[in-house]
């Protein structure tokens, strides 16, 4: 069975509570009975003083004890509820006090458990500085308290104890509503998960609480709602490139075949070339449609060796430099440095072929493309840069994406299948780098490679 954050948040602040409450009675009491302890020691010392110091008087101003005389002791023993047993210098008792005199005012149980501890002192009698006699002094522990005493105790620990379960109610009542604050947002969080789970993918959460990981959680699922649209409308385009791609071949294959078996058309070389090119497009997007596939991370194999990254760029330069030429587009390699590094040779010139290859696709004549290759800090630094028509920032966000085109006619002279960037991403990524661009519409655009300088290293 499974239980609701209030009630699990609750428990904990009621079971918290309580031990809280319990560990402090337990200090209290523990401080208490240490004090209280003291109080009475210190008391008991002043009452055997004050027994001595009376003793000592009768030594000194009597030579013997008359009957008088203890009686007194007797009667100051019974109203302090103790009792003396005097002795000589031998210690040979004198004189015993009975405790019978005190059974009259307890009864059985009472006897017995006043019976159970004894404190007992002795102490001497001295008279011109010579020890005359000795005195016991005998009291039960529960004769040692006033009653006055008795009843501060049971006071204070009925009022500690009220304090107690009024704290524990306190605490219970603290933590459900503390509980049902922290769970409400949480609750509208979830909310919206579901509403998102059902597809509305425009839902967002709009919540501002002082609480971080609650924020951080509503940007977590406000960010993957943006991400879940943005992918939603990224496949929508999809599909309708895929729909648009398959259909415009297969009307034309369809077209031609029906013209050619009502005998409108003669099976000519011409019109077979047409459907021959048709097969041809769709092969093409068969193969973009395999791409897609060979991106996924367990199946993109990567086998690095150490590499020269100039000799790199400046194979896959020469491959252009005859397009360049002719489309009177300058390029320039720029690199201050040798510089090597563990690397996929093959897949890293196809990263390099396909930004410059965007590059050109892009970048009016008369115009430029510069590849600059140096050491930045920790990491090296591949950028390529042109002077072409930019990217928009709603083009941005996508452009790394599969199929993604900024050209929206669909039209693969211009276009592309929009796999380029994608590739070139998924590749840069799994060789532990990161790319990014930079982009300005009618100024041209900049791509930058940055990889770990550890790659660099010699191993």
């Known amino acids: 069975m499974k239980i609701s954050l209030v009630t699990k948040m609750s428990i904990v ?7 809280l409450v ?20 210190e008391n008991q010392e002043e009452r055997d003083k004050q027994v001595l110091d009376y003793l000592t008087n009768v030594y000194q101003s009597h030579d ?38 005190l059974k009259n ?44 005493d008795k009843r501060f105790m049971r006071s204070l620990y009925i009022g500690l104890a009220n304090a107690s379960i009024l704290g524990v109610i306190a605490s219970a009542l603290f933590g459900v509503v503390n509980a049902k604050a922290l769970a409400k947002p949480i609750i509208q969080i979830k909310n919206i998960a579901d509403i998102l789970q059902k597809g509305n993918l425009t839902a967002r959460v709009d919540l501002k609480t002082n609480t971080k990981e609650i924020d951080d959680l509503t940007m977590s699922i406000n960010h993957l709602g943006s991400s879940l649209e943005e992918q939603e409308i990224l496949r929508k385009r999809l599909t309708a490139d895929i729909s648009h791609e398959l259909r415009t071949p297969l009307n034309v294959l369809k077209n031609h075949i029906e013209a050619l078996i009502d ?36 199946l993109l194999v990567i086998e690095k060796e150490y590499h020269s990254i100039n000799e790199i760029i400046e194979a896959t330069i020469s491959q252009f430099e005859p397009s360049f030429r002719s489309k ?23 990263v390099i072929f396909n930004l410059i290859s965007n590059a050109y696709k892009f970048t009016e004549e008369q115009g430029s493309v510069t590849i600059s290759l140096f050491y930045k800090d920790q990491d ?27 050209e929206k006619s669909r039209n693969r002279k211009t276009g592309g299948s929009g796999l380029g960037l994608a590739i070139v991403k998924r590749i840069i990524e799994s060789q532990e780098g990161k790319i990014t661009v930079e982009s300005t519409v009618g100024i041209g655009s900049q791509f930058t490679i940055i990889f770990p300088r550890s790659l660099a290293d010699l191993r």
């Open 263 to 298: 005998g409108i058309w003669e099976p000519t070389t011409d019109r077979l070339i047409v459907c021959y090119d048709e097969v041809d497009r769709l092969t093409d997007l068969v193969k973009d449609l395999e791409k897609i596939t060979s991106l996924e991370p367990e």
């Open 105 to 148: 005012f307890y009864n059985t149980t009472e006897q017995a458990e006043r019976q159970k501890d004894v404190i007992e002192t002795t102490h001497p009698i001295k008279v011109e500085n010579r020890i005359v006699a000795y005195v016991d002094i005998t009291q039960y522990k529960a004769d040692i308290l006033k009653a006055t």
């Open 13 to 19: 602040f009621a079971v918290t509570s309580i031990l």
């Open 328 to 350: 009177n587009i300058q390029i320039n390699f720029e690199a201050a440095e040798q510089i090597a590094a563990w690397v996929d040779k093959n897949k890293m010139k196809q």
């Open 64 to 101: 013997e004890l008359n009957e008088d005389i203890i009686m007194s002791i007797w009667h100051r023993a019974m109203m302090g509820h103790y009792y003396i047993t005097l002795r000589d210098e031998e210690k040979n008792i004198i004189w015993k006090m009975e405790r019978t005199g």
């Open 380 to 406: 090296i630094v591949i950028q390529v840069a042109d002077t072409g028509i930019g990217i928009s920032p709603e083009d941005k966000k996508y452009i790394f994406e599969r199929f993604y085109r900024c």
């Open 22 to 41: 319990t560990m402090f009675m337990g200090v209290t009491q523990y401080i208490f009975n240490t004090s209280f302890q003291i109080y009475v020691k």
